[in-house]
Structures are given as structure tokens and as C-alpha cells.
């Protein structure tokens, strides 16, 4: 069985601070796919990244950054330098070849404040 | 160009009716799904589908009917709409279901209220 779990379920920062959305992953399988999508208030949701199993190399783009540790099964996320058009609901997901569709966490909720 | 789009955006009815929520991708995808988020956001598959077909049932009640015509299109058809049916509705689609873990691309939701 595979699961996500992504504990903090509201963070409130002020403008320009930096914050840490974190995701924990369980899964048996050994070749597994993370991701993390946004939803803004409008209710879209918008795919930020996917990492294989394979490649833990952190990666930044812009203010975000993310942060893939196996050992800990943790693949956390950074937003620096927060800013308000950052408010959103943050999903952690995971797939495997052994089931197709995404498994998402329960979200976290970030509230950015001027 | 909308590359998932899903039909409509906003569906209003009474318990006991049938509806549909038509979902139509234009990017040559293999594989759809529907998801159902519910008041608490929790995001959860429902369905799946390559190529017309069905791949992932998940223990959805069959008032809940998913049909593919083509490729390019996933409905859901929901029978005798109850109370708990309330949420939000994502179509999904992928390029196929192989190996790669293949981004999902989302559509805009559908949010059913069930009166």
C-alpha cells in the first residue's frame, strides 16, 4: 500500500519569509514517482515537479525548492522568499509502476500575509 | 487551447437525479482519470482509463458510471445523486500508463452540490 502523508495542515508566514511544506511517502515498491501540484483559490490544480525514485538530487526553480531524501522518506518542499500569489493548498503525491494514479496527501494549507 | 477541459463547471441538483460531467482532453493522451476531492480537499482516484479502457475502479459506488467513448473523452455519469456526492470533480489525463510515472495534467473541476 502506498501513502502520503503530509502533516501540517495550515501554515500561516508573513510576506518574504521563507517556509518548508513536508511530505513523508510509504511505499513497497522500489521505482516510485513524487510530485507536488498547487492549488490556488481559483481551484485548479498545477503540477510543480515529479521526481523519480532513482534521482535525489535536490532541485530549485526560482523560490522553489525541493528537497528528496530516501533515507527519510521525505520529499519536502521550499518556498523562499514567500509571497502572497503563493497562497494555496500544496499536494504531495506518489505513483509507482505498480498503480497508476497519483496518491495524494491530505494538502497543506499556506496563508501568506503582506 | 484548453488542454483538459471539463463540462460543466458548476452543477446544481436535487437528491435522487442523474447527471453528467463530460471531460475532454486535446493532448493526444492515452489514459484518463477522474478524481473526487471532497469538502476537506482530500483528493482521491475514482477511475481510470487507457484507451477506452477501464483500468482502476476504485471502490466507488456503481450509481458512479465512467464511459469513454474515444480517447480524447471521459464522462461520468452519476445515478440517483445523494447528499454525500457533493464535491469537486477532476478529470485527469496522462500520456500513457507505462512505466515514468507520467505527469497528469488536471482539469479545471467540476463542483457538484447536491440539494
Known amino acids: 500500500a502506498q501513502k502520503v502523508t503530509q502533516a501540517q495542515t495550515e501554515i500561516s508566514v508573513v510576506e518574504k519569509e521563507d517556509v518548508t511544506l513536508d511530505c513523508v511517502y510509504e511505499?513497497?515498491?522500489?521505482?516510485?514517482?513524487l510530485f507536488w501540484y498547487k492549488q490556488p483559490p481559483s481551484g485548479e490544480l498545477v503540477f510543480l515537479i515529479r521526481r523519480n525514485s532513482f534521482d535525489e538530487q535536490n532541485e530549485i526553480s526560482g523560490r522553489y525548492s525541493w528537497n528528496f531524501q530516501k533515507s527519510t522518506s521525505s520529499f519536502n518542499f521550499t518556498i523562499t522568499a514567500s509571497q502572497v500569489v503563493d497562497s494555496a493548498v500544496y499536494f504531495c503525491?506518489?505513483?509507482?509502476?505498480?498503480?497508476?494514479?497519483?496518491?495524494f496527501g491530505k494538502g497543506t494549507s499556506l496563508l501568506v500575509t503582506p | 487551447d484548453t488542454a483538459v477541459s471539463q463540462t460543466p463547471k458548476y452543477l446544481v441538483t436535487q437528491m435522487g437525479n442523474d447527471k453528467s460531467i463530460k471531460c475532454e482532453q486535446n493532448l493526444g493522451h492515452d489514459t484518463m482519470y477522474w478524481y473526487k476531492q471532497d469538502s476537506k480537499k482530500f483528493l482521491k482516484i475514482m477511475f481510470s482509463?487507457?484507451?477506452?479502457?477501464?483500468?482502476i475502479n476504485e471502490t466507488v459506488p456503481n450509481r458512479f458510471s465512467p464511459k469513454s467513448p474515444d480517447k480524447a473523452h471521459l464522462n461520468l455519469h452519476i445515478n440517483s445523486l445523494e447528499l454525500g456526492d457533493s464535491a469537486v470533480y477532476f478529470c485527469?489525463?496522462?500520456?500513457?500508463?507505462?512505466?515514468?510515472?507520467?505527469?497528469?495534467?488536471f482539469g479545471p473541476g467540476t463542483r457538484l452540490t447536491v440539494l
Open positions: 511505499t513497497r515498491d522500489t521505482t516510485y514517482y
Open positions: 485527469a489525463s496522462s500520456q500513457d500508463i507505462g512505466p515514468g510515472g507520467n505527469e497528469q495534467f
Open positions: 482509463y487507457n484507451n477506452k479502457e477501464l483500468i
Open positions: 503525491a506518489l505513483t509507482s509502476n505498480s498503480g497508476y494514479a497519483l496518491n
